[in-house]
């Protein structure tokens, strides 16, 4: 089986801080992971993945994620966040042999001015 | 904009009553997946076809069902329901089924059971 956890249902930061959202899986062999960004009333967009590689992903509008073996951790930061990064935030996990994602409960960031 | 269209953005309808929710996936992209998104249940995975197979099967109740036409477009059926279907239902798609295949998702369809 696979799973994620998201220990954080909220995270508060001012802007231009950085941020950093926690995530934790589980999963057979080697782990796929996804981040995603939910904006109120609107779908899920995707933001970065790891496969395999540099432990450091980068991906859209200024994030990225770190991956932890050793942790099981997938931790998706930005150095300097802005009032619009206000979202939703999904991590996602898929092993290799799972047809599909398994999503964390999801973590509301809020950026206050 | 993820390529993925969903239809359709909302929808009110009655207990017992059924609905067909309609999906066009990216151009490209044989794999299409169905979640549904409620307060209680988070994000859950329902169904998955590829190239018109189901492919996967996650936590999709007997009332529902869904196909994948010869056009890759999916349709997601919903029958005799109930306040507790009350939820957002996404499709998504994806190039093939590869675990490392970027999955995308459409909008969502808002289903409000009254």
């Known amino acids: 089986a696979q799973s994620v956890a998201q220990p954080e249902d909220q995270v508060n930061v001012a802007e231009g801080n950085p941020l950093t959202v926690k995530c934790t899986y589980s999963?057979?062999?080697?782990?796929?992971l996804f981040w995603y960004v939910q904006y109120p009333n609107r779908g899920l967009q995707f933001l970065l993945k790891?496969?395999?590689?540099?432990?450091l992903v980068k991906g859209s509008y200024g994030f990225e994620a770190e991956f932890n073996k050793s942790q099981t951790s997938f931790h998706l930061k930005k150095p300097s966040a802005l009032v619009s990064d206000s979202a939703l935030y999904f991590c996602?996990?898929?092993?290799?042999?799972?047809?599909?994602?398994?999503f964390g409960k999801g973590t509301m960031l809020l950026v206050s001015p | 904009d993820s390529g993925v269209t969903q239809t359709p953005k909302h929808l009110i309808t009655a207990t017992g009553q059924r609905v067909t929710l309609r999906c066009s996936p990216r151009?490209?992209?044989?794999?299409v997946y169905w979640y549904q998104q409620s307060l209680d249940q988070g994000l859950q995975f329902l169904i998955q076809?590829?190239?018109?197979?189901?492919?996967a099967k996650g936590n999709i109740l007997e009332r529902f069902s869904a196909q994948q036409f010869p056009d890759l477009h999916s349709e997601l059926n919903l029958s005799s329901l109930e306040l507790g279907d009350s939820a957002l239902y996404f499709c998504?798609?994806?190039?093939?089924?590869?675990?490392?295949?970027?999955?995308?998702f459409g909008e969502g369809s808002w289903l409000t059971v009254v």
């Open positions: 076809y590829y190239n018109g197979e189901e492919r």
């Open positions: 790891y496969i395999t590689g540099d432990n």
């Open positions: 999963v057979s062999g080697n782990p796929y």
């Open positions: 998504a798609s994806s190039v093939g089924t590869l675990a490392g295949n970027t999955i995308y």
């Open positions: 151009s490209g992209d044989l794999s």
């Open positions: 996602a996990v898929r092993g290799r042999g799972y047809s599909t994602l398994t």
